[in-house]
């Protein structure tokens, strides 16, 4: 007659650890849907305000709407204003976006305006004339984000990252608007070489992948510590005879 074989004793620590890690993985996988859906919704407004016809730029921020908004703004002698360069690629060619300063007729803040693009090759720049003349553009509104940690310093006038601080203090402009004007149209119409334009707006939305592979660990966990389980050995069964000699030895 042989004892009935026994299991080892359950796994409750590595079942805790295990319970924990599958937890905030998934917890992790849910985050990012939620942030895709945000992002989603964020990409719809941002297309929906894009759409809307032009409004003054004060009307417009008394929403607390700015965001990819065109607006009317009205930029004293803004075909004459200095300017700095911002090293850039425009629809596959190489050049630099012209950002002077603005200070709106009906605003009181001063705000950073891209006038547009200019490709490489083209030497002539707008002149630069102290003017009060009135000139109103269409442009559109955005937050600029802050430059990266691996952005290049300025070079005498040329910056190679959208830095809105350094170009505002390059222009004399003390406490600037946290947004930014991107024109619409052109502040030099004489000029062919100016293109007025907003970037494209950058917008990654990877959520999806990232909520994938979150899940993808908690399922690949869950199947590891089933299988770890399922091979959990047994203690070998033993003869009668064999436990009474064991018995007797004592």
């Known amino acids: 007659m042989t ?17 924990l890690a599958f937890a905030l993985l998934c917890g992790l996988g849910v985050w990012q849907v939620q942030r895709m859906q945000w992002k989603n919704g964020l990409i719809d407004q941002a297309g929906a305000a894009a759409a809307l016809p032009p409004a003054p730029l004060a009307d417009v921020l008394a929403l607390h709407e700015p965001a990819f908004r065109k607006v009317l703004v009205d930029c004293p002698g803004l075909a004459t204003a200095p300017w700095v360069e911002l090293q850039t690629i425009h629809e596959g060619q190489s050049g630099v976006r012209l950002v002077s300063a603005c200070r709106p007729t009906d605003f009181p803040a001063e705000f950073l305006i891209d006038r547009g693009f200019v490709a490489d090759g083209v030497s002539a720049r707008p002149p630069v004339a102290a003017s009060t003349e009135p000139f109103r ?11 990266g940690p691996m952005a290049l310093p300025a070079d005498h006038g040329r910056f190679f ?22 024109a619409l149209t052109s502040s030099n119409p004489e000029w062919r070489a100016l293109q007025p334009s907003a970037p494209p707006a950058a917008f990654s939305n990877n959520h999806l ?9 908690a ?5 590891f510590y089933i299988v770890l389980l399922r091979r959990k050995p047994l203690k070998q069964p033993r003869s009668a005879s064999e436990a009474t000699g064991k018995e007797e030895d004592s």
């Open 3 to 19: 004892i009935e074989a026994t299991r080892a004793r359950f796994p409750w620590g590595l079942t805790v650890v295990c319970a």
């Open 137 to 147: 553009v269409i442009a559109e509104l955005r937050e600029a984000p802050p430059p």
């Open 161 to 182: 990252a959208r830095d809105n601080v350094g170009m505002a203090q390059a222009l004399g402009v003390a406490d600037p608007d946290p947004n930014t004007l991107f």
């Open 209 to 217: 992948g990232y909520a994938l592979t979150w899940f993808g660990l």
């Open 219 to 223: 399922l690949a966990l869950a199947g």
